[in-house]
């Protein structure tokens, strides 16, 4: 039977981090739908969270995106999240927006760009310094649209130089976190597009680079799982970037596409010491809103992992391991089913109410007045797109 005082221990020590871009208003190519109550700043970017936070007690961390939350003074932001319950945390670089970096950023051919990419990723670090964050995460948009456009391994040559650089500034509680992904907005060659790129790029690098996994980043039908599991294996997985998609990256609530999927990634999570403090895998959000309310939509996020992640802590280890040795498929696949198939809801409200939090993060949320305050407040909240 499993432990249950050890499954809710093991719960209390996660921690989910929540994207400053998933407050903001964001879209399609074809459509942003503006939302009424959208943050105009930082800021209020941060009292958004610190809803999120308030009602589920797992998210007290935000990640920035650089230049989409540029501030004059960054230790006052950090002072802002502070007095809300919250910590800055990992830093977002951008080098996909600027006119300069047509032909790729870091593996762009001409060095002057790459020294634009290059001072930029720099500026990042700086950042870091004033907002005590720990981890610079790199998605690199680099890449190319056409066979023959530029040479594929000089490229990769290119990048190798230029997050050595980057590296070099880091300080020794810093971490350089390098994302993968299969195509977009390149549409032939993408130079960071699978973990296989990343983690070599990342162990030429040293220790304190890691890989990032997107969960929205692989082609239909890419087992995430096992490459999770590998990347723990060999100490080199940094975090998630946790969302759904159904056909390209969606950047879909994490969960509501294939719950399962996500069971399977966590439970490799908790075979592996992935949830050990000292392994350091950040459990990041990466989502946007384009037609969902954000806050809610948020909070469900940070649920969904959450009732994932309960699931993997339930799996029978010693059972499925005894099965796994003596070669019962059926059996081992019944233990890990066991698990997934347990409704974990009445644990976690449970788990919630023993700890002063409201059974119903999501309802507790919705009587909780936010979302009407902000839509009479926030007048002329952001109307540019994606995050600007
Ligand atoms: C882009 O598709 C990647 O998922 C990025 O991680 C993310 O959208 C970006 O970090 C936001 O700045
Ligand atoms: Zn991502
Ligand atoms: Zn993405």
């Known amino acids: 039977m499993p432990d249950i005082a050890a499954v809710k221990a093991a719960l209390a020590g996660q921690r989910i981090e929540t994207p400053s871009w998933g407050y903001g208003n964001s879209g399609t190519r074809f459509k942003v739908f503006a939302q009424a109550g959208v943050p105009r700043t930082a800021r209020e970017k941060l009292d958004d969270a610190a809803k999120v936070h308030e009602f589920t007690g797992i998210a007290p961390k935000v990640s920035l995106h650089i230049p989409w939350d540029t501030?004059?003074?960054?230790?006052?932001?950090?002072?802002?999240?502070?007095?809300?319950?919250?910590e800055l945390g990992a830093i977002n670089s951008n080098t996909f927006q600027d006119d300069a970096y047509k032909l790729g950023s870091v593996c762009h051919p001409d060095p002057r760009v790459r020294r634009k990419a290059v001072r930029h990723l720099l500026e990042c670090v700086d950042v870091m310094d004033e907002t005590g964050s720990k981890d610079l995460k790199l998605w690199?948009?680099?890449?190319?649209?056409?066979?023959?456009?530029?040479?594929?391994?000089?490229?990769?040559d290119r990048l190798a130089e230029s997050l050595a650089a980057v590296y070099e500034r880091l300080g020794d509680d810093q971490r350089l976190l390098l994302e993968y992904k299969f195509f977009e907005p390149a549409f032939y060659t993408t130079d960071v597009p699978d973990w296989g790129t990343s983690y070599l790029q990342c162990v030429k690098l040293g220790e304190r680079a890691q890989v990032v996994v997107d969960t929205g980043h692989h082609a239909p039908g890419t087992n995430i799982e096992f490459i999770v599991a590998l990347l723990l294996r060999e100490g080199k997985l940094g975090g998630f970037d946790f969302n759904s998609r159904f056909y390209a990256d969606d950047d879909l609530m994490v969960g509501s596409a294939d719950p399962f999927q996500l069971f399977r990634i966590l439970h490799e999570v908790a075979q592996n010491g992935g949830f050990a403090p000292e392994t350091n895998v950040a459990f990041m959000l990466d989502q946007c809103h384009n037609i969902e309310a954000k806050i809610p939509a948020v909070i469900r996020s940070v649920m969904n992992v959450q009732e994932a992640t309960a699931k993997a802590l339930l799996v029978d280890r010693e059972a499925l391991a005894a099965a796994q040795r003596t070669g019962d498929v059926l059996a081992a696949n019944a233990v890990l089913m066991d698990a997934y198939n347990t409704d974990v809801r009445p644990l976690l409200a449970e788990w919630r109410e023993e700890r002063g939090l409201a059974p119903d993060p999501v309802a507790a949320y919705a009587a909780s007045g936010w979302q009407q305050r902000i839509e009479a407040e926030r007048v002329g909240g952001e109307q540019a797109g994606w995050g600007a």
């Open 71 to 86: 501030v004059d003074d960054y230790a006052a932001l950090a002072a802002h999240a502070a007095r809300r319950g919250l």
């Open 140 to 156: 690199l948009a680099d890449g190319t649209n056409y066979p023959g456009q530029d040479d594929i391994v000089a490229r990769q």
